[in-house]
């Protein structure tokens, strides 16, 4: 069993005592199941100190991205599994701002409501915008990038009865082979940065871990 610690962690962290005792207990009984599950796993145990660490460094990104405390709680009991890939998280938020709308929220709600969409590994994600781009598709949305399926991807690119300039594949194994030959180690975190929608998090987010933020 998961010690009393952990449910303290928990219970200060995310000031669980705001919640009402079904939301409170729910939470609760799904990061319990993940961390006796954890054990088992290759991560030494999750001990309290590295479960500190890596809550402290999730809530510090979701703060920075605009999430309240209610919002951390819901985005931790959809995958909880977010507090190993807190950096992978990182990166893809990054990489998915080519889908923004002027209000600059589309990754925030999928993150909250639709988190499991996060799971999609980012090398994917990097080689269908290589794709999108390289064909002249030029169109980036969540659903292409994030959502829609191998088939479903692959499709846009086929060649079909009307043809279309960036459908230059005959087939689905084409398309996928072409996928998996991006090299995933051109992928530079710094050119994602860069870009407007970024700007504020980047500055948020990096500038409180070296204790400069604003």
Not at 18 to 38: C, P, Q, T, V, W
Not at 51 to 58: A, P
């Amino acid at each position: 069993m998961v010690d009393y610690e952990f449910i303290k962690l928990f219970m200060d962290k995310l000031d669980l005592s705001n919640l009402s005792e079904n939301e409170r207990n729910s939470f609760l009984a799904i990061m319990i199941k993940y961390l006796d599950h954890g054990r088992k796993d290759a991560i030494n145990g999750r001990t309290l100190l590295y479960v500190e660490s890596q809550l402290d460094k999730l809530l510090n990104l979701l703060e920075c991205i605009g999430c309240t405390k209610e919002e951390c709680v819901k985005v931790l009991s959809n995958l909880p599994s977010l507090l190993n890939t807190v950096d992978d998280l990182y990166n893809k938020y990054l990489l998915l701002g080519i889908v923004e709308d002027v209000d600059n929220s589309i990754r925030k709600d999928k993150l909250i409501n639709k988190t499991k969409d996060y799971m999609v590994g980012i090398s994917k994600i990097y080689a269908r915008y290589r794709l999108i781009m390289e064909s002249g598709y030029n169109v980036f949305s969540w659903n292409i990038l994030m959502h829609a399926t191998d088939s479903e991807f692959c499709k846009v690119f086929m060649r079909g009865k009307y043809f279309k300039p960036y459908q230059s594949f005959s087939d689905k194994d084409s398309v996928m082979r072409w996928l998996d030959q991006v090299d995933f180690g051109e992928f530079d975190i710094e050119q994602w940065k860069g870009l407007e929608v970024n700007k504020e998090l980047v500055a948020k987010y990096e500038g409180k871990k070296t204790g400069i933020s604003k």
